[in-house]
């Protein structure tokens, strides 16, 4: 099976003081944050831009939702629509509908402990 997955989109997770945790990791990890939390860009194997999101969000956030936990991950697709007919087909619990931005289309599932992942088809672009 094709790998489905092109990389890590970003990782969210929930935080008592957002804006706290982005300065602490800003003044001792150097972390380059604003109001969205860090950006991290890199080349991909064909030399495009790329990027990966790190984000605090805060504790009472709902993003999240169905799942409980306190974090969640986006991982980088290639053709959303089409992955998640594929992924529908084999029984995965698809959450919502698609939207989409300026920076690319989001779709979400649920894994079988009931992470929800938010899968995303960038327009890295958009960033720059």
Not at 87 to 111: R, S
């Amino acid at each position: 099976m094709k790998n489905r997955v092109t990389g890590l989109g970003g990782f969210f997770f929930k935080s008592k003081d957002p804006n706290h945790i982005k300065e602490w990791y800003k003044n001792h990890l150097g972390l380059n944050t604003d109001a969205y939390g860090c950006t991290f860009w890199w080349k991909d194997k064909d030399g495009n831009d790329c990027s990966t999101q790190w984000s605090p969000m805060d504790e009472k956030t709902e993003y999240f939702k169905p799942s409980e936990k306190q974090f969640m991950m986006n991982f980088r697709v290639e053709n959303l629509v089409k992955l998640l007919e594929v992924l529908k087909k084999e029984g995965v619990t698809v959450v919502g509908e698609i939207e989409e931005y300026e920076y690319g289309k989001f779709g979400w599932i649920l894994d079988p402990e009931g992470n929800k992942l938010e899968l995303w088809e960038p327009v890295d672009k958009a960033f720059l």
